[in-house]
């Protein structure tokens, strides 16, 4: 990866246009699951709305720790909470917002399977070309860290202790949301909140 921390900031808008696509995709591709898992927490958003798009209204829901920070992993991921419905000779559709390094949706996958699904598939928003696994569909490839709009406060708080640990320029790092199109109020808004509260 880049050390020089680039991002990609998508709309509400953007990401609906882009699950349109995927569930597109996913019909041109006869593919009818019996189930979607979303992978907590990420994947909630996207799986909800896949499952209006695809009309599957059975969600579920399987929980893994991978990330630390922003651009910053621990060495494996952790499966934290298993599938929470039998998948037992099910067909199941495992939904991602980006296949970064792959070993989430690895981890999912292979557990999935265990669990005895009959058929399992991929679905992220985002593919970064190194990932281990490559999804069987995905809207569009990146090389930049992604911001989702249902992370934005997370993203801006992990952003301000990486720059502390690093001792890089919190203003100057924090502007570089702003220009991947992150809305300039509501990033100060948060940035101020972050700071006040470390302050106390």
């Not at 209204?57 to 929980?63: C, E, F, I, K």
Request: charged fraction near 30%; aromatic fraction near 8%; glycine fraction near 4%.
């Amino acid at each position: 990866m880049r050390q020089e921390l680039e991002f990609e900031a998508p709309t509400w808008n953007q990401i609906y246009k882009m699950l349109l696509n995927l569930a597109d995709k996913i019909v041109e591709n006869r593919f009818k699951p019996d189930i979607i898992v979303g992978v907590s927490r990420g994947g909630w958003p996207p799986a909800r709305v896949l499952s209006d798009l695809l009309g599957i209204p059975n969600l579920a829901n399987v929980r893994v720790e991978f990330y630390l920070g922003v651009a910053e992993t621990n060495e494996e991921p952790i499966l934290t909470q298993p599938v929470s419905v039998s998948v037992t000779g099910r067909t199941v559709l495992i939904v991602d917002e980006v296949a970064d390094t792959g070993k989430s949706l690895k981890l999912v996958k292979e557990h999935i399977v265990e669990q005895g699904a009959r058929e399992v598939k991929i679905a992220t928003l985002y593919y970064k070309p190194w990932s281990i696994v490559k999804p069987d569909y995905y809207a569009k490839e990146t090389r930049v860290w992604v911001v989702f709009p249902w992370e934005i406060r997370e993203t801006v708080r992990k952003l301000v202790r990486k720059c502390r640990e690093k001792s890089l320029p919190i203003h100057k790092e924090i502007n570089k949301l702003v220009t991947a199109g992150l809305p300039k109020e509501i990033v100060k808004k948060f940035l101020n909140e972050i700071l006040e509260e470390e302050s106390c």
